[in-house]
């Protein structure tokens, strides 16, 4: 059994040095996009899985049970090392089309573009709208307590005033 696309929690296996190499020695150094010398200068490398795996099918036998897309995702024939720039370049792209793919199949989450622009249901007041809740929790009100703290301490330390006779 295989599924259209890999799961969303899934995590591809990293990529091992021979697999690197493999596919360095394979295109003679240079970057696949541009001829470019790979590794000299400034010019950082990349590789690059084409297909971009979230297009490939998943297979969630494979690797004994951890899953892999088909082709593997680590396949030297389906990697291809480029400058940092036009792998950049090339995921801007693969976003795009990633994007435009879910708004058309319904996967996006939430709400779809018509809906943002839809009227109010009713019983929506749109001059008042709802107060947000107050975040509770350690990450948003951790200021508040240590001034508290830094204040009860400094109650405590403080000396007693003395009067003068």
Known sequence: MTLPRPPAGWKRPAMPKRVKAAVFVRQGGLCADTGVKLGVGDDKFEYDHRPALWEREFDPDARRGLGDTIPPAND?????????????????????????????????RGRDKSDRFAPPARGVDVLRPEKPKEKTGRRYDWPKRALQSRNNLARRTRPEPTKEI
């Not at 291809?80 to 990633?98: G, L, P, Y």
Request: aromatic share 0%.
């Open 76 to 108: 030297p024939d389906h990697i291809q090392a480029v400058v940092c720039r036009s792998h950049k370049a090339r995921s801007a792209k693969d976003t795009a089309r990633r994007s435009k793919e879910n708004r058309i199949t319904g996967a996006t």
